[in-house]
């Protein structure tokens, strides 16, 4: 079974750049038709899909986030990682890693990373 596994700094000052890691166990990040995204939910608020890479390694990202977001991703690891730039207290969010099917319906997510900004 597929299990998904976020890792993070936890607290972030205003600013900086925010590194998330994603470490897939029980399957391949580059099995053909599947996706894998970060998704966040701030507090008090719905989810927010922030981006996905296909097994290709073709990307997608929100426009609202596309200027400080970028993907990666260490195949042999099989891990991928979400970089947020300049962040402010916006983006204090918990944040997930999850896969989706074809159709970028998630059918596995992580427990989830809280990222906090504050100075």
């Known amino acids: 079974q597929v299990q998904l596994q976020e890792s993070g700094p936890g607290l972030v000052k205003p600013s900086q750049m925010v590194s998330l890691t994603c470490t897939v166990s029980?399957?391949?990040?580059?099995?053909?038709?599947?996706?894998w995204a970060w998704i966040r939910q701030s507090p008090g608020k719905g989810l927010e899909w922030i981006a996905h890479m296909f097994a290709n390694g073709d990307t997608y990202y929100n426009p609202s986030l596309a200027s400080r977001t970028s993907l990666s991703r260490d195949t042999p690891k099989n891990q991928f990682g979400l970089q947020l730039r300049s962040v402010t207290p916006e983006d204090t969010a918990m944040y997930y890693c999850?896969?989706?099917?074809?159709?970028?319906?998630?059918?596995?997510w992580g427990r989830g990373t809280q990222v906090i900004v504050s100075s």
């Open positions: 029980g399957g391949s990040i580059t099995t053909a038709y599947t996706y």
């Open positions: 999850a896969r989706t099917d074809n159709n970028l319906l998630v059918d596995r």
